[in-house]
């Protein structure tokens, strides 16, 4: 049986000014099951139509800040640090990728990403508009769980792990707010952060806001979400 062709949105180095990939991505999907490229940093409307031809699903990576913008607001200061070329790129690959209902895992950014696309709104800096006790940007080692969440009870997520309480690792700065109303919440923080949604009309979009790609070595919650992601782009 073929691998599934997992797509992952690059990462971009501001002062390389280069496309780069964190090893943890491309492994998680590997280890997975799955056969994880880096796409190329592209808005054109032709071009993600054929690449999503080719992928059988899509990884929304972490990175910059989601443009304010896309959710109706100012940028609140300079901590809020976006990358233009790829909120335009994130934007027609979420528009087309939904229409043609290819599977899609979104990480840190990701979640942020998809709640914003589709009507939610975000936090910009969780120390200014979201103060807590909660650890939400953790130091090194980013594999070692720094909070809980709580899982609700009848989303996917819950049916995956069969768990009401994980722990998790936490490396973020701006988070879902107000949340979309296409999407459901799957988990929930400790001080009340939303966690992990899911949209239940597609065949398979699930977002997270921690991060799977640098604990699942060690996480066995990590490796299923992974999995869980990679056995939908199978069935395609």
Aim: glycine content about 8%.
């Amino acid at each position: 049986m073929k691998k599934p062709i997992i797509g992952l949105v690059p990462l971009f180095d501001d002062e390389k000014e280069s496309l780069w990939m964190l090893p943890g991505y491309m492994d998680g999907i590997a280890e997975a099951g799955g056969m994880p490229i880096m796409l190329p940093m592209t808005a054109d409307k032709a071009a993600i139509n054929q690449l999503l031809d080719t992928v059988d699903g899509i990884l929304m990576t972490g990175g910059h800040d989601v443009s304010p913008g896309i959710y109706g607001e100012k940028k609140l200061d300079d901590t809020v640090v976006c990358n233009a070329a790829r909120d335009s790129m994130e934007k027609e690959l979420l528009r087309q990728a939904l229409e043609k209902d290819i599977p899609i895992l979104g990480i840190c950014r990701g979640i942020q990403f998809i709640n914003a696309f589709l009507g939610g709104t975000l936090y910009q800096d969780l120390g200014k508009q979201h103060p807590s006790e909660t650890e939400h940007h953790q130091k090194p080692p980013y594999d070692v769980p720094i909070h809980e969440v709580k899982i609700i009870q009848d989303s996917g997520l819950y049916r995956l792990l069969r768990e009401y309480v994980i722990s998790v690792n936490s490396y973020h700065h701006q988070a879902v707010k107000d949340v979309a109303d296409e999407l459901k919440v799957m988990a929930v923080s400790e001080d009340g952060l939303v966690e992990a949604v899911e949209l239940p009309e597609k065949r398979f979009v699930w977002a997270v806001q921690w991060h799977p790609e640098f604990s699942y070595r060690v996480d066995d919650n990590s490796k299923l979400i992974f999995r869980e992601f990679v056995k939908h782009c199978q069935e395609l």
